[in-house]
DNA sequence: ATTGTATGGACCC
DNA sequence: TGGGTCCCCTACAA
């Protein structure tokens, strides 16, 4: 089967349209005409791709079931018409061109080509194995068995160990939380005692320039991205699982990143670092995932990270332990910074309520103030300047508060954006100005709203088709502004090959990340660096990507 | 209210 | 070396 399979390639390769075209305008016999022969790369579209491929997978395959003959045919023939070099031909030969004229206008007419492209991204080489090994399946040595009856004994009564209750949190993690803080901050992929790696801490505690430089104009900007390339060494398995979050820390000396996963792990990967594995530190401060991190632009050395399992701690490098910041019992889901110093924090659950969390102060001093829908809340984003509005992504509708105005239950929101189908699964406000705000739903739309003005329901100025499927397995596509300037944001994509693509807010597509060898899986978590030309990506088995210039 | 299903990736035998 | 299997706590449609 196997051997077939790359038999068939050889033929589809080794006749080109142009060579069929030209036998047959030797042979003189245009039933069908060209045009039919002229391949149709299509370039599909958001709707459902995948559907579409599948299905075309699945003709593909068909027609090699039906036809493995007629192939066989041609190759061997094909082989020996090479060695013969005679220009004239008999009718047989002219038969078996007219055969294979109209077999590779069938294949066509069904897509081979973009089959083969999509059969090569299946059988692509193995995953990067930079950063974290891959664990040693651990096999228990078992003491050598006798049966009693060998041995001469009576038989036991034996009796059934009873059934776990939670089987999924028992096996695949230790604790059901985290203890409470400050936790020392031990990498679990380093030998155990061995202090953090210097190089790593000052790294940490390294500020970014804070001149801000003149935004580029778009076509410079475009030129930029292009320019931003990845390769071997830019893809790293930085965590276990799969990533629900990553951000770039604010340093452009080099280019180190965070990413956490499903198991509550942050992984920390300084490209091109010589400690831990491959410049990857693996910590465990949490137990469940951790759906948002982000670094407090006011102190680097110190790293945010909030968990499912209800817990929002602070790595502090300096400190090298995990301080408590807010803990509920469980169903944390997302935070912002709320003041410039980063030290007070908006925080949502999963519950729909949302915290103003101050870390100056002890314990869970914290307002609670909705009672929506249950379940609903996504995603909480502070406007950049005025620091007292942040907006919610709530069910099918963002809501915009002013922290100053929160009530226990029914604060009224200054404005709410109106237009989604379906759940909204991100509400980011614009990086410099705040008056845009970029959402994207569940519909298949991602939306851009004038929010310059705050009325009581601000216009939508873009809409734009994303496909947003991406099933159970995926963490959600969002798209997420590029902090250096206020129009425009990345987006990962389901799209084959796979690609991270920029947009303008006008909905202008600006650049499509793509790599044949070296980016081949879905990057659901994708984010720009807030001031160096770099962007990462993220995907479901722990691997971060780079693209920089 | 309950049930079914879509969906990607890689690990392991 | 390739295909079977697992992952899973989600959103939506029926």
């Known amino acids: ?16 349209p142009d060579d069929i075209e ?17 391949y149709s790369p299509e370039d599909s579209t958001a709707e459902t791709p995948s559907k579409k491929s ?35 031909l008999s009718l047989y030969e002219l038969e078996r061109l007219e055969n294979i004229r109209q077999n590779q206008a069938f294949l066509s007419s069904i897509n081979l080509v973009q089959a083969t492209e999509e059969l090569k991204q299946l059988s692509r080489p193995k995953p990067s194995q930079r950063g974290l090994m891959r664990q040693a399946a651990v096999k228990e040595v078992l003491p050598a068995r006798k049966s009693l009856r060998l041995q001469n004994k009576e038989a036991e009564v034996l009796t059934l160990p009873p059934e776990p209750r939670d089987t999924l949190i028992h096996e695949r993690s230790s604790q059901v939380k985290k203890p409470h803080g400050p936790l020392t901050m031990g990498p679990v992929n380093m030998e155990e005692g061995n202090e953090l790696p210097s190089q790593f801490v000052k790294l940490c505690c390294e500020d970014s320039a804070k001149e801000r430089k003149m935004a580029l104009d778009l076509k410079e900007y475009r030129a930029a991205l292009k320019n931003m390339t990845i390769t071997e060494e830019k893809v790293a398995k930085v965590v276990k699982d799969r990533i629900f979050s990553a951000a770039f820390h604010p340093c452009s000396s080099s280019l180190l990143m965070a990413a ?18 491959d410049g990857v530190l693996l910590f465990e401060p949490h137990t469940r995932p951790v759906g948002c991190i982000a670094f407090s632009s006011a102190r680097p050395s110190q790293l945010l990270s909030l968990s499912y399992d209800g817990s929002l701690r602070c790595m502090d490098v300096e400190k090298a332990v995990f301080d408590d910041v807010y803990d509920i019992e469980d169903g944390l889901k997302t935070f912002d910074f709320l003041s410039h110093d980063c030290s007070t924090l908006v925080v949502g659950n999963w519950y729909g309520d949302v915290s103003i969390v101050d870390r100056r102060t002890a314990g869970n001093s914290h307002e609670s103030l909705h009672s929506l829908d249950p379940k609903t809340l996504r995603c909480v984003s502070v406007h950049p300047l005025q620091k007292q509005y942040f907006a919610v992504a709530e069910s099918k509708v963002v809501s915009i508060y002013d922290s100053r105005c929160l009530k226990k239950t029914k604060s009224q929101a200054v404005s709410q954006l109106r237009g989604h189908s379906l759940s909204i699964s991100s509400a980011y406000f614009s990086p410099c100005t705040g008056n845009r705000v970029l959402t994207s739903c569940m519909d298949n739309h991602i939306r851009i709203y004038d929010t310059s003005a705050m009325t009581t329901n601000p216009p939508l100025l873009t809409t734009i088709r994303h496909d947003m499927h991406t099933g159970r397995w995926l963490s959600k596509l969002s798209a997420v502004w590029d902090p250096k300037r206020e129009d425009c944001f990345v987006v990962g994509s389901m799209m084959k090959p796979r690609r991270v693509q920029v947009f303008h807010e006008s909905g202008q597509p600006q650049h499509s990340f793509t790599d044949n060898e070296n980016l081949s899986t879905v990057l659901s978590i994708a984010a720009f660096h807030p001031t160096n030309n770099a962007l990462l990506g993220g995907n479901a088995s722990g691997r971060l990507h780079v693209f920089s210039s």
């Open 22 to 38: 030209a036998t047959v305008r030797r042979s003189s016999r245009n039933a069908l005409g060209p045009k039919r022969l002229q």
């Open 260 to 277: 956490g996963d499903k198991w509550g792990k942050v992984g920390l990967w300084k490209l091109g670092a010589e400690w831990g594995d």
């Open 1 to 16: 089967m196997a051997t077939r399979r790359t038999k068939r390639k050889a033929v589809t390769k080794e006749l080109t």
């Open 54 to 88: 599948r299905a075309k997978r699945h003709v593909a395959k068909s027609s090699q079931n039906k036809k493995p003959k007629d192939e066989a045919d041609v190759e061997n023939s094909d082989v020996e018409h090479t060695f013969d070099g005679h220009g004239g």
